[in-house]
Every structure is written in structure tokens, then in C-alpha cells.
């Protein structure tokens, strides 16, 4: 039996909270960096799905680690200080985040006054 705090579990109630289309949404913001919330409909979530994943690499899929970014704005923003794909997954609109896959290089480095969060410190 699975546990209500197991990660699946949470995952499964994240997506659900949020809805497949938006998820799918954020997903796909985060790996590329912009938000692309509202994107995503029932008539063509299979085909951006596809689109999507499919545009990724096998050795890009098998390279992505996948993270829930934690409820609540001050663990948060604690995640954010540190953790520049917490930034570019902020930066997306995105509740999830992911190493960087397009080349995510010079993207919000965390002593850079630029930074998304440069104003919320």
C-alpha cells in the first residue's frame, strides 16, 4: 500500500491539484525555460506531449531529475536562494523543476542581481 507521504503519492496529488494540461504546461516551462501555462487544452495535450518528449533525447529523458518544488512561499523562496533550477522552474510559473536540458548555462546564478528572486531576499 502506498503512504499519503510517499514521493509517488505527492506527486499524484500535485499533478491532480493542478490539473493534467497545466502540468503538462509547467513541465514543459521549466525544461524550456518560459512559462507556457495556458497552452495546453484536452483537444492537444496528446499532441504536446509528444511534441514535447519527443523532441528530448533518449539520453536527455534518462538524464532528468525531476523535483517537486516544496508548498508553501518560505521553503520556497529557501529553495530558490539555492537551487538555480528552482529559479528557472519560478521563472516558468512551474511547481516542478529540472536540471537544465536546452542549456540553462548563464541562467539566474545566485549572486546575480538580475536573479528572479533579487527582489524577494
Known amino acids: 500500500m502506498i503512504k499519503v507521504s510517499d514521493p509517488a503519492s505527492i506527486a499524484i496529488r500535485r499533478i491532480a491539484e493542478t490539473g493534467i494540461n497545466r502540468f503538462l504546461d509547467m513541465v514543459m516551462g521549466a525544461v524550456q525555460n518560459k512559462p507556457v501555462i495556458g497552452t495546453t487544452t484536452d483537444a492537444n495535450f496528446q499532441a504536446n506531449m509528444c511534441a514535447f518528449f519527443g523532441a528530448l533525447t ?18 520556497l523562496a529557501n529553495k530558490a536562494l539555492v537551487d538555480v533550477n528552482a529559479r528557472a522552474a519560478l521563472g516558468a510559473l512551474s511547481i516542478v523543476s529540472f536540471p537544465p536540458v536546452f542549456g540553462r548555462e548563464t541562467l539566474l546564478a ?12
Open 110 to 121: 545566485a549572486n546575480n542581481e538580475a536573479s528572479l528572486l533579487g527582489e524577494v531576499a
Open 58 to 75: 533518449p539520453a536527455q529523458l534518462q538524464a532528468l531529475k525531476v523535483e517537486l518544488l516544496p508548498e508553501g512561499p518560505g521553503a
